[in-house]
């Protein structure tokens, strides 16, 4: 099954962030499931690399190089970027700068679209 998780929220400070991550990841790490994440909003911040956060706590820049290893596309909206003063110098490599174009594409294509 295709699956695609656009998520709107901020990196830190909202469980509705961190869970759909942690969804991603459960369902990239499945044999049966393609999973895409498109983070749109204040989500473009999760792909920020090398976040520094108290111990115990999660990081999800290495939470989104997980779900990459296990198969996931993780794709940030470029506009967003933009809006936010990032590039994808900033970027953890697994990420890569999107557009409405590639949502919508990724969106027909899906067979499940989850949105957070």
């Known amino acids: 099954m295709k699956v695609l998780l656009i998520i709107n929220g901020p990196a830190y400070g909202?469980?509705?962030t961190f869970n759909a991550i942690r969804l991603?990841?459960?369902?990239a790490r499945r044999e049966d499931t393609e999973a895409r994440v498109f983070?749109?909003?204040?989500?473009?911040?999760?792909?920020v690399a090398g976040q520094k956060t108290p111990d115990g706590y999660y990081t999800l820049d290495r939470m989104l190089k997980s779900f990459?290893?296990?198969?996931g596309k993780i794709a940030c909206c470029g506009t967003c970027m933009d809006a936010r003063g990032l590039t994808n110098e900033h970027l953890i490599?697994?990420?890569?700068?999107?557009?409405?174009?590639?949502?919508?594409?990724?969106?027909v294509?899906?067979?499940?679209?989850?949105t957070f």
């Open 14 to 16: 909202s469980d509705e």
């Open 109 to 114: 294509a899906a067979e499940q679209v989850l």
């Open 24 to 27: 991603a990841l459960a369902l």
């Open 39 to 47: 983070l749109m909003g204040d989500a473009v911040t999760c792909a």
């Open 93 to 107: 490599p697994e990420a890569s700068r999107s557009s409405m174009d590639e949502l919508a594409a990724w969106t």
């Open 68 to 71: 990459a290893r296990h198969g």
